[in-house]
């Protein structure tokens, strides 16, 4: 059997595995949405805000909902099941049969990224439908800034995925790495209504650089080459971290 049919087998196995987990599908792909239709809800969130330019609070939140579900996939969901499946030794049989450990791996984030980017487009649809929240109106922008935090997500959780030794360090270590990546996308203040120099220092970080582009591609510009310079930055530098460190046994 060739490479890459065992490779498409693995992946096929991985899907119908994260389909029968009804915890993972609500926290990346539902949970972002749901909390994005909860804020929604208040009147003040729909009222148009001098602190945010002029914006509703509705339509800062939909690119922090985005985020979410890419946040909660990369630090939540994968490295948990990575190192579930090198702690039982599912890793170091591999390696001693026809298939790739690392299609494994490869399998994993296409996963986890199908699910988030799914996530995005029902937060996009939800913000539109029940909120009237205007869709992005540089689509390409948009989409080149999500599939850069993306990415950028999918490599810090490999890099926690290779650091933790166990399923529960790995859960220890993602919760921990959750609050302040969350903060910096935004979850509890929107990045436009930070202070400025708040402002700044996030948007250094990979999920602040992410809320600072899609928020410009939102309104029509493209994503400021900085924001997206610092997105490629930390997706070479987390990709090279995980690749070192990671070990399959």
């Known amino acids: 059997m060739s490479t890459d049919v065992l490779d ?10 994260f389909r029968r987990e ?6 990346v ?12 809800s208040i009147p003040s969130f ?5 602190g945010l330019g002029g914006l ?14 890419l946040i909660v996939g990369g630090l939540q969901g994968m490295p948990p099941t990575l190192t579930g499946y090198r702690e039982s030794g599912i890793l170091r049989r591999m390696s001693t049969t026809p298939v790739r450990p690392s299609a494994l791996l490869t399998a994993q984030m296409v996963v986890f990224g199908a699910a988030a980017l799914l996530s995005a487009l029902v937060a996009l649809a939800v913000g539109r439908l029940a909120f009237r929240v205007a869709l992005p109106e540089q689509p390409l922008g948009y989409l080149l800034a999500l599939l850069l935090a993306l990415l ?14 166990t399923t529960k360090i790995a859960t220890a270590v993602g919760s921990t790495t959750l609050f302040p990546a969350m903060f910096t996308a935004g979850v509890w203040l929107p990045v436009e209504a930070m202070p400025d120099l708040l402002a700044d220092i996030v948007g250094w970080t990979p999920f602040g650089a992410a809320a600072r582009a899609l928020n410009e591609a939102a309104a ?30």
């Open 8 to 17: 498409t087998a693995v992946l096929r196995t991985e899907f119908r595995l």
């Open 22 to 27: 009804p915890g993972g599908i609500f926290w």
């Open 29 to 40: 792909m539902l949970f972002p949405t749901v909390l994005l239709a909860i804020l929604g």
């Open 46 to 50: 729909r009222e148009a805000d001098p």
């Open 56 to 69: 509703r609070p509705v339509d800062a939140y939909v690119p922090v909902a985005v985020l979410l579900g």
């Open 152 to 165: 950028a997500s999918l490599a810090l959780g490999a890099v926690l995925s290779a650091v933790s030794r």
């Open 220 to 249: 029509g510009d493209w994503p400021g080459a900085l924001h997206l310079a610092v997105l490629a930055g930390w997706t070479v530098l987390l990709t090279a971290a995980a690749s070192r460190w990671f070990r399959w046994e």
